[in-house]
C-alpha cells in the first residue's frame, strides 16, 4: 500500500514563501512520476507541478511557472514543492500524488493519479 503524508503548509502573507514536502511509504515511488494538485473552495481539483522518476522531466501549471520548483530526493522518499512569490489565488489545499509509472502524462489529469495524499492547507492573505 502506498501512503503519502504532505506537510509545510500553513499561512503566508502575499510575496511569501512556502515549502512542501511529501513523504512516501517506504516502497516508493523513486521510479514513478510524482505530482502536485491543489484544489480551491468550490473549485476542481487543479494540477500544479509534475516530476517523471528521474527528474529529468518537470512541468508546471502556467499559473504557477516562474514561482513554484518541484524536486525530489528518492533516497529520502521524498518530492517537495518550493512556492516562492505567493499570491492570495494559491490559497487552497495541496495534494501530493504518484502513479504506477515512470512518466508523468501530460496534461495533467487527476485520474490519472492512483495514490493520493490527505492534503495540506496553504492560505495566503492580501
Known amino acids: 500500500q502506498v501512503q503519502l503524508v504532505e506537510s509545510g503548509g500553513g499561512s503566508v502573507q502575499a510575496g511569501g514563501s512556502l515549502r512542501l514536502s511529501c513523504a512516501a511509504s517506504r516502497y516508493m515511488r523513486s521510479n514513478h512520476c510524482m505530482a502536485w494538485f491543489r484544489q480551491a473552495p468550490g473549485k476542481e481539483r487543479e494540477g500544479v507541478a509534475t516530476i517523471s522518476a528521474s527528474s529529468t522531466w518537470k512541468n508546471y501549471a502556467d499559473s504557477v511557472k516562474g514561482r513554484f520548483t518541484i524536486s525530489r530526493d528518492n533516497d529520502k522518499n521524498t518530492v517537495s514543492l518550493q512556492m516562492n512569490n505567493l499570491k492570495p489565488e494559491d490559497t487552497a489545499m495541496y495534494y501530493c500524488?504518484?502513479?504506477?509509472?515512470?512518466?508523468?502524462?501530460?496534461?495533467?489529469?487527476?485520474?490519472?493519479?492512483?495514490?493520493w495524499g490527505q492534503g495540506t492547507q496553504v492560505t495566503v492573505s492580501s
Open positions: 500524488a504518484t502513479r504506477d509509472g515512470a512518466g508523468c502524462p501530460t496534461p495533467q489529469r487527476e485520474y490519472d493519479y492512483k495514490y
